[in-house]
């Protein structure tokens, strides 16, 4: 079975500056997806950034990418010139690749709370 | 506008009782889910369908139960068997389209609360 480790539960950073939220996973696949979601205080669940296990492009999203290291199992975010309106909790989540006999369910990790401060 | 819609926002039950969380979406989506959110633990899986009339158990299904009898609806029922519902549930559903990665859209979520 897959898992997915947030292993920092908080997380702050200064208004307009850059951070890194890390994520690391276990999976014996080969292709899979690998997705942030982020959760602000109105708990509405929203996708931030996707990344398809064979390519080797880091996913960029506006002020989101993503490291993604396949060898290993890393897959981490970094938010340029944060925002306010950054402030959440943000998800790391796996899920198996369509055809590999695997099911659609998502796999998350823990969380992480991310803190602005203006 | 296409999405779900999780009704009510909020929930309370008494001890002993039966409860259904609704969850529809007109998104035309095949697959949906039901997850549990507690404090610390993340998301966890409760139950998901890939097709109407078919659904599978996911990491912590005891104590719940779920039907798809309609693409558009899956309901989730809490029933007194499940020693600790007090949490925030919360339903996506996603598509098929490669073009998509099988994205899961999700809904605004209900708060249980046991009394």
């Known amino acids: 079975a897959q898992t997915v480790t947030q292993s920092q539960p908080e997380m702050s950073v200064q208004e307009a500056e850059t951070v890194t939220l890390s994520c690391t996973y276990d999976t014996s696949e080969s292709d899979y997806y690998l997705f942030w979601y982020k959760q602000p205080p109105s708990r509405q669940m929203i996708l931030v950034i996707r990344q398809e296990a064979y390519k080797q492009q880091n996913a960029t999203e506006n002020r989101f990418s993503v490291n993604f290291q396949k060898a290993a199992k890393s897959f981490s975010l970094k938010i340029s010139d944060s925002q306010l309106g950054d402030a959440a909790m943000y998800f790391c989540?796996?899920?198996?690749?369509?055809?590999?006999?695997?099911?659609?369910?998502?796999?998350f990790g823990k969380g992480i709370t991310l803190s602005v401060r203006p | 506008d296409g999405g779900i819609t999780q009704s009510p926002k909020y929930l309370f039950r008494k001890e002993g009782q039966n409860v259904t969380l609704s969850c529809e979406q007109n998104?035309?989506?095949?697959?949906m889910y039901w997850y549990r959110q507690d404090p610390g633990q993340g998301l966890r899986l409760i139950y998901y369908?890939?097709?109407?009339?078919?659904?599978q158990k996911g990491d912590i299904a005891e104590g719940y139960s779920v039907s798809r009898e309609k693409k558009e609806s899956f309901p989730l029922t809490v029933t007194s068997a499940q020693k600790n519902p007090t949490a925030f549930y919360l339903c996506?559903?996603?598509?098929?389209?490669?073009?998509?990665?099988?994205?899961?859209?999700f809904g605004p979520g209900t708060r249980l609360t046991v009394l």
């Open positions: 998104l035309n989506h095949d697959a």
């Open positions: 996506a559903s996603s598509g098929r389209t490669e073009s998509t990665y099988n994205e899961q859209f």
């Open positions: 989540a796996y899920r198996s690749a369509p055809g590999t006999g695997a099911n659609s369910k998502l796999t």
């Open positions: 369908s890939q097709i109407v009339n078919d659904f």
